[in-house]
């Protein structure tokens, strides 16, 4: 089992999210130091899946940038189903915490020539003030591997 | 995902809405990391959505005046019509 954190951006709260489900978590700051992707927005833009690392069980942990994050497990369910697997072997954990729009939209900012990248540095600096908060939240969230799969189509199938 | 029909060679073809343009490499790497890429291939049409189009459905689906957006659509997808063709004796003539 895969497992992929999805969020509005990838490389901000989903990581700290991944972090935290990978147990590396108590030095935060030193771990996204550690990180490159860590404010990567190149990488964000991509909108492709950002390996993050394994966990101890080998499985490979992602994370993921999108507006439509909450789209991800309806579109990777409707995959399987349609390619007719029986178990999916990704679970997609939806990451909406409190503040997660302005760190967003300071990551769009970033895209601007010349002041981009002051935009970054403070969208940098909003999600480590914030980071006891995202790691509390982060932790309140039901285990992803005891979550329950719900196999919901995107659309009604007619 | 929406059953359109089969094609001639019965290949099944399905439609997917995913609000986003830029969505085709997350669909594709979901895909792979499924190991399910080998059963599927992924076209975009967005390429083919004109501002005609996307003002429609702007008016129908997120203002909810399909009144004014449904003509708009009709019209947008009328322009739209001939590069979705050509887009479809394209692929069929890269990958059948």
Redesign the interface.
């Given at each position: 089992m895969?497992y992929?954190f999805a969020g509005k951006s990838g490389v901000f709260e989903t990581i700290i999210a991944a972090l935290v489900f990978l147990d590396r978590d108590k030095e935060i700051e030193l771990e996204l130091e550690k990180t490159s992707l860590f404010g990567d927005i190149e990488e964000d833009n991509?909108?492709?899946?950002i390996f993050v690392d394994y966990d101890r069980q080998g499985n490979?942990v992602?994370t993921?940038g999108?507006?439509?994050y909450m789209?991800?497990n309806d579109?990777?369910t409707?995959?399987?189903?349609?390619?007719g697997?029986k178990h999916?072997?990704?679970q997609v954990i939806e990451i909406n915490l409190k503040g997660m729009d302005i760190t967003y939209y300071l990551s769009r900012l970033g895209k601007l020539p010349l002041i981009g990248s002051w935009f970054i540095s403070l969208a940098k600096i909003w999600v480590i003030y914030r980071k006891d908060q995202i790691i509390k939240e982060c932790k309140k969230m039901p285990h992803p591997k005891k979550r329950k799969s719900t196999p919901i189509?995107?659309?009604p199938?007619? | 995902m929406q059953y359109i029909g089969v094609d001639e060679l019965g290949n099944e073809i399905y439609l997917i809405g995913t609000k986003n343009s830029n969505f085709g490499s997350t669909i594709h790497d979901l895909a792979e990391l499924l190991e399910v890429s080998s059963k599927y291939i992924f076209i975009g049409t967005m390429p083919y959505v004109n501002l005609i189009l996307r003002i429609g459905g702007f008016l129908s689906r997120g203002l909810s005046k399909p009144s004014l957006g449904r003509p708009l659509v009709y019209k947008g997808a009328k322009a739209a019509y001939p590069g979705l063709v050509s887009l479809v004796e394209r692929t069929k003539l890269q990958f059948i």
């Open positions: 895969n992929l991509k909108r492709e899946l490979k992602y993921l999108t507006p439509n789209l991800v579109i990777s409707e995959l399987c189903r349609v390619a697997l999916m072997k990704l189509a995107a659309k199938i007619k | -």
